[in-house]
């Protein structure tokens, strides 16, 4: 089946430091790929869908120049979380859609859990 | 506005049989999904059903009703480990995948 990783699955980091997180799809291409942010016992909430070789498109809301979002490559996409702050921690998910027409279910990676101290 | 509207929270016996439903109103319909998580992991994918109909996929079953706005997940012979929240989203006239907040399951021995 299609897999997901994500990079690193937890980081600490102190208030005002920048953290990136890594999305790759190992074993298919991925021209869209999605970010996710979920607080506890919350929802799914999208951040941002991630399109290869273009601009993302972020979600109301969102702050773009906040969640630096980079699709260089079919199977790679990276969040940089800059300037964190503690409201910023959150359990950070992403997930990947097949680039084969027809195909639009979304993959999941295994999430980062960013803790800011 | 678009709308996804599933219980939020559901309690079952292990062992027993368990009906979470699924509403929606969205702008357009490309098929719906329903997905699996469990407390701080990522989401799995159960089932995919874009025609109307009873789709079985071992303990798990996934039915549709177009016409209806309507889909149900349904889980026999329940078993400890089940206990997740269960998530259903619909991939709209986009392609955008529209997701509910989520039922969550509580299977008790």
């Known amino acids: 089946g299609a897999v997901v990783s994500q990079h690193p699955s937890w980081v600490i980091c102190k208030s005002g430091t920048s953290v990136k997180i890594e999305c790759r799809s190992l074993?298919?291409?991925?021209?869209?790929m999605f970010w996710y942010r979920q607080f506890p016992k919350q929802s799914l909430m999208l951040m941002a869908t991630?399109?290869?070789?273009?601009?993302?498109?972020?979600e109301q809301g969102v702050e773009k120049d906040k969640f630096l979002i980079n699709h260089a490559s079919l199977t790679l996409s990276t969040l940089t979380v800059t300037s964190a702050h503690p409201e910023d921690s959150s359990f950070y998910i992403c997930s990947a859609r097949d680039s084969r027409e027809g195909l639009y279910e979304q993959y999941f990676g295994p999430g980062t859990r960013l803790t800011v101290t | 506005g678009q709308n996804i509207d599933q219980p939020t929270e559901m309690t079952a016996t292990e062992g027993a049989i368990v009906q979470i439903n699924c509403t929606y109103q969205?702008?357009?319909?490309?098929?719906l999904f329903w997905y699996q998580q469990h407390a701080g992991e990522a989401p799995t994918f159960l089932s995919y059903n874009v025609l109307d109909g009873l789709e079985e996929k071992g303990r798990f079953s996934s039915f549709l009703s177009r016409s209806k706005g309507y889909s149900y997940l349904l889980l026999k012979e329940l078993q400890m480990k089940d206990s997740a929240s269960y998530l259903c989203?619909?991939?709209?006239?986009?392609?955008?995948?529209?997701w509910g907040a989520g039922t969550k399951l509580i299977i008790k021995p």
């Open positions: 074993d298919f291409q991925a021209t869209t």
């Open positions: 989203a619909v991939l709209d006239s986009n392609y955008q995948l529209i």
């Open positions: 969205t702008s357009g319909f490309n098929g």
């Open positions: 991630s399109n290869e070789g273009s601009k993302a498109t972020y």
